[in-house]
C-alpha cells in the first residue's frame, strides 16, 4: 500500500529534471553558478539528508516491518522469534470478541463526535466567531479542556464520576441517595468516557470552524443579507457549503484520534468494566504489551495500521480531488 | 422584537455551555483545598475550610519538580531536535535537485499515514536493542522520528514559497548552500517553525503511551507517568490528587496564554497535514 503511494507521487522519473538545468545554463557565467550548484548541492544533501532518514527509518519504517514480521509469530519478547505461528495471531484477535468490541467503542468515539461534538461546536462557532471581546474570552473558555493532556481529563472525571465523592455523588445526594459507580458499570462507562471526550475536544474542532468561519469572505455574506437572506439562510446556504472543506478535515481529525485513543481511558477505566471500555490501542496495550504477547500485539498494530491506510486512501480519494492536496 | 429574542438566548445558551465546560475545572481547583469530608459532601462549592496543606506539600516535595524536568528534558531535545533535523531535510527538499529527490521526499512523508501506537512493541525493542530503554532519550528519539513527517511537509511547503531571486542573488554572491540556510531560509521561516516547534512541544509534554511503555524507574517519569503513580498511591485521597491535577494544569495553560496565536495556527495548518 505503501509502495502506490509512493509511485503515484513521483509521476516523473527523476532524470528528466538536468536537461532543464543544463539547458538554462549557457554562458560563462552561468556556468559557472551551475557549477557551484552542482558541487556545493551534493554536499549539502549528503550533510542535510542523513539524520531524517536514519531515525526515520530505524524508529519508524523499520518498526512496522517489524510489527508485520512479528505477527506471525508466538513470540515473549526474549532471544529471537522462533516459534511460527502463521496466521494464528490474525484469527486470534479478529475472533476476539473484546477486540471486536474495541473496535465498536472506536466506532462509537467517531459517531458521537460526527453526531454530537461537531454540531455543537458549529453552533457556537458560528455564535461567537466575530471578532468581538465576548467572542474571544468565550472562545478562551471553549478552548480550555482542550489544552488538558488525556490524562489529566481523565483523572478530572474519574474523580467527577466517583460514587462516593465527585458530582454524580451529590447529585444523588441531593435525592438521599447513595450514587451508581458509573464507571465499574458496563454500559454506562463507555457513555461516560464518551461524555469527557466531547467535553474535552469540542473546544478544538469549534477553534477549527471558527478559523473557517474567518476565512469566508465578508462581501458574500453581505450581498446574500442585501438580497434579503434570512440569517438562517445565510448558514444553510452560503456559510455551510462554503465550510465543506473545514468541516471534512474536522471529521477526519475525529477519526485519526479515535484510532489512537487510549490516554484518556487509562485513568478512566483501565478499559474496565469486564474489558468494555477498551478501545483498540488500550486493548494492543493491554493484551499485547502489558503481557507480552509481542505476535499477538503485532497483529494488533497490523490491523490497526491497515485501518489507518484504509481510512487516509479514502479520505484522499473522497476529499483531495480538489487542489487542495497539490503540495503533500 | 426578534433579533432581541435570539441574542437572548444565544447569551443564555453560550453561558451554560461554558459553565458546563469550566465546571469540571472548578471542581479539580477547589478540590485541592478540601478535606475527604468535606469533598464528600460538597463537590463543586467553595472549601468549609480550606486546607493548604495539600498543595503546599506538592510544591515543596521534591517528586512534583522532577516529574516537570524530566518532562521539560524530554520536550527540550525532542524539539530541538524535531526543528533541526526536519528543516535539514525540508530545505534540501524545497530548494536543491538531486537524483531520488521525489523518492526521499515520498519515503520521509510515508509517517503520515499511521500513529507510533502500530508499532509500539517493535519500537519498544528497537530502543531495547540500543540500550536506550529507562532512559530518557529513549523516548526522545522514536518521538523526534514520529514527528518528521508532519514537520517536513509543513516545512517544505513554506521553504517552497521563498522566492527563488533570493536563492539565485546569494549564489551569485558565492554563499554556500549551508550559509544560505542559515542566514536566508531559517530567518524568513520564523512563523512556520513556531508552528511546528509548538505542536511538536505539546505532543512531546502530553504523551503517555511512549514513556509508559519505554521507562520503568520513577526518577524518570515525565509528568503523565507521575500524576498516574501519585493517583495510584493516594487512591481516594482526593484532595490530594486534585491538588496534584491543578498544579500540572498551570504550565499548560501558562503556555496556552503565551502562544495562544501558534497554537490555533498549528491547529489550522493540520490542513497540510492530509
Given amino acids: 500500500m505503501a509502495k502506490t503511494r509512493t509511485v503515484e507521487a513521483n509521476g516523473t522519473p527523476d532524470g528528466t529534471y538536468r536537461p532543464e538545468v543544463l539547458s538554462r545554463a549557457n554562458g560563462p557565467f552561468k556556468q ?24 526515520f527509518t530505524v524508529f519508524v519504517i523499520i518498526p512496522i516491518l517489524e510489527s508485520g514480521w512479528y505477527s506471525f509469530f508466538s513470540w515473549n519478547g526474549y532471544g529471537v522469534p522462533q516459534n511460527w505461528a502463521g496466521f494464528d495471531n490474525y484469527r486470534q484477535v479478529l475472533s476476539d470478541p473484546i477486540f471486536t468490541n474495541s473496535l465498536l467503542n472506536n466506532l462509537y468515539v467517531i459517531l458521537v463526535s460526527a453526531l454530537i461534538q461537531l454540531p455543537v461546536a458549529m453552533w457556537i462557532a458560528l455564535l461567537i466567531s466575530d471578532r468581538t471581546r465576548n467572542s474571544l474570552v468565550f472562545r478562551a473558555i471553549f478552548f480550555l479542556p482542550y489544552i488538558l493532556a488525556d490524562v489529566v481529563a481523565g483523572l478530572i472525571w474519574k474523580f467527577l464520576y466517583d460514587g462516593d465523592y465527585g458530582l454524580v455523588a451529590m447529585i444523588y445526594g441531593w435525592f438521599g441517595q447513595q450514587a451508581p459507580f458509573v464507571l465499574a458499570t458496563p454500559g454506562w462507562a463507555m457513555a461516560a468516557i464518551l461524555l469527557v471526550v466531547v467535553w474535552k475536544y469540542f473546544g478544538f474542532h469549534m477553534a477549527l470552524f471558527i478559523a473557517g468561519r474567518q476565512g469566508i469572505p465578508s ?84 490491523v490497526l495500521f491497515i485501518i489507518c491506510v484504509l481510512v487516509m486512501v479514502f479520505y484522499k480519494r473522497l476529499f483531495m480531488r480538489e487542489p487542495a492536496g497539490e503540495r503533500a | 422584537m426578534k433579533p432581541r429574542l435570539f441574542t437572548y438566548y444565544r447569551w443564555l445558551f453560550l453561558f451554560l455551555a461554558a459553565g458546563l ?123 523526534v522520528a514520529f514527528n518528521l513527517s508532519f514537520a517536513i511537509v509543513l516545512l517544505r511547503g513554506f521553504f517552497q514559497e521563498i522566492p527563488k531571486e533570493l536563492f539565485e542573488a546569494a549564489l551569485i554572491d558565492g554563499c554556500s548552500y549551508a550559509k544560505m540556510f542559515i542566514q536566508i531560509v531559517i530567518p524568513l521561516s520564523r512563523p512556520i517553525i513556531a508552528t511546528v516547534g509548538v505542536l511538536s512541544l505539546v505532543g512531546s509534554w502530553n504523551n503517555f503511551l511512549l514513556p509508559l511503555v519505554m521507562i520503568d524507574n520513577d526518577a524518570l517519569y515525565p509528568w503523565p507517568l507521575g500524576i498516574m503513580q501519585y493517583q495510584g498511591q493516594y487512591g481516594t485521597d482526593w484532595g490530594r490528587v486534585l491538588a496534584f491535577v491543578s498544579l500540572t494544569i498551570l504550565p499548560a495553560l501558562g503556555f496556552y496564554l503565551l502562544a495562544q496565536k501558534q497554537i490555533i495556527a498549528g491547529l489550522t495548518s493540520g490542513a497540510v497535514k492530509g
Fill in chain 1, 219 to 302: 462581501d458574500v455574506i453581505e450581498s446574500a443579507k442585501i438580497d434579503g437572506a434570512s440569517q438562517w439562510q445565510v448558514t444553510r446556504h452560503i456559510v455551510l457549503p462554503m465550510m465543506r472543506p473545514v468541516i471534512v478535515l474536522a471529521l477526519f481529525f475525529s477519526i485519526l484520534g479515535s484510532l489512537q485513543f487510549f490516554d484518556m481511558i487509562i485513568p478512566l477505566t483501565k478499559g474496565g468494566p469486564l474489558n468494555t471500555t477498551h478501545s483498540v490501542v488500550s486493548y494492543l496495550y493491554t493484551f499485547g504489551i502489558l503481557r507480552m504477547q509481542v505476535g499477538f500485539g503485532s497483529a494488533v498494530g497490523v
Fill in chain 1, 32 to 55: 559557472k553558478v551551475r557549477a557551484a550548484l552542482k558541487s556545493g548541492q551534493l554536499t549539502t544533501c549528503l550533510l542535510f539528508l542523513p539524520p531524517a532518514l536514519l531515525l
Fill in chain 2, 21 to 143: 465546560c469550566l465546571l469540571p475545572l472548578w471542581a479539580t481547583f477547589v478540590g485541592g483545598f478540601k478535606s475527604t469530608g468535606d469533598l464528600r459532601t460538597n463537590a463543586l462549592g467553595l472549601p468549609r475550610e480550606w486546607i493548604f496543606d495539600n498543595y503546599v506539600s506538592i510544591l515543596f516535595g521534591s517528586r512534583f519538580w522532577q516529574m516537570l524536568g524530566n518532562s521539560a528534558f524530554i520536550a527540550l531535545f525532542t524539539v530541538t531536535l524535531t526543528l533541526i533535523v526536519s528543516s535539514m531535510s525540508a530545505f534540501t527538499l524545497a530548494h536543491l535537485r538531486f537524483a531520488g529527490k521525489r523518492w526521499i521526499g515520498s519515503y520521509l512523508t510515508l509517517g503520515l499515514t499511521f500513529p507510533f501506537a502500530t508499532a509500539v512493541l517493535p519500537i519498544f525493542f528497537e530502543v531495547r536493542n540500543l540500550g536506550l530503554l529507562d532512559s530518557l532519550w529513549g523516548v526522545i528519539l522514536p518521538q
